[in-house]
């Protein structure tokens, strides 16, 4: 039992030399299992962003980028234009967050700061859903000509700073009444 207690509590110990945010125990012993599908990435790349402007400042009109994950072996495009609808958060951010291709990663742009923050979707249940997400943030440097702009590099890594549970909404049930041919006829 005490070793038991030892080796959960020295699990997020073990995570935290090569992470930069502190997974639960529980979850890094789910992490280490090699029969379960739960891999906690540390990094993530960004490749190939490039973007428009509206011609008036520095506000982006569109941008894209490829995101890539190599610890968990995702791979995905990310696009901003104005059809662009935002998503609810899965933990409860506050800032407009939006859809990449694969639907377990999605990112902020932060235009002040010019910095762009990954989110993506990690360790499914056995229904596939995830129970947690990472994100992270990276500066991309933006140089703008005329209407169009470019970082001054083609891959970019950013760290992956924090781990959050992930809300899961039930699906949303409605009454139905049942209409009886009395109640049509009064």
């Known amino acids: 039992?005490?070793?038991?207690?030892?080796f959960l509590a020295s699990m997020p110990v073990a995570f935290a030399a090569k992470l930069a945010y502190t997974p639960p125990a529980a979850l890094?012993?789910?992490a280490e299992d090699p029969k379960d599908n739960c891999v906690l990435p540390a990094d993530y790349h960004?490749?190939?962003f490039t973007a428009t402007t509206n011609g008036t400042g520095d506000g982006l009109a569109s941008y894209k980028f490829k995101f890539l994950d190599t610890a968990t072996?995702?791979?995905?495009s990310c696009e901003y234009g104005p059809a662009s609808k935002a998503q609810d958060s899965g933990s409860g951010g506050t800032l407009p967050r939006y859809s990449c291709e694969s639907a377990d990663v999605s990112f902020i742009w932060q235009g002040q700061t010019k910095k762009l923050s990954m989110i993506q979707?990690?360790?499914?249940?056995?229904?596939?859903q995830a129970e947690y997400?990472?994100?992270?943030s990276v500066v991309i440097p933006l140089t703008c000509n005329l209407n169009a702009c470019q970082a001054n590099a083609t891959d970019f890594t950013?760290?992956?700073?924090?781990?959050n549970a992930v809300k899961h909404t039930p699906?949303?049930?409605?009454?139905?009444?049942?209409?009886?041919?009395?109640?049509?006829?009064n």
Do not use: H, I
């Open 1 to 6: 039992m005490k070793s038991t207690l030892f």
């Open 28 to 30: 890094a012993v789910k």
């Open 46 to 48: 960004v490749r190939s």
């Open 73 to 76: 072996n995702s791979s995905t």
């Open 121 to 128: 979707k990690v360790c499914p249940d056995d229904k596939g």
């Open 133 to 136: 997400e990472v994100a992270g």
């Open 158 to 163: 950013g760290t992956f700073n924090s781990l």
């Open 171 to 185: 699906p949303a049930r409605r009454q139905r009444g049942v209409a009886w041919s009395y109640d049509l006829a």
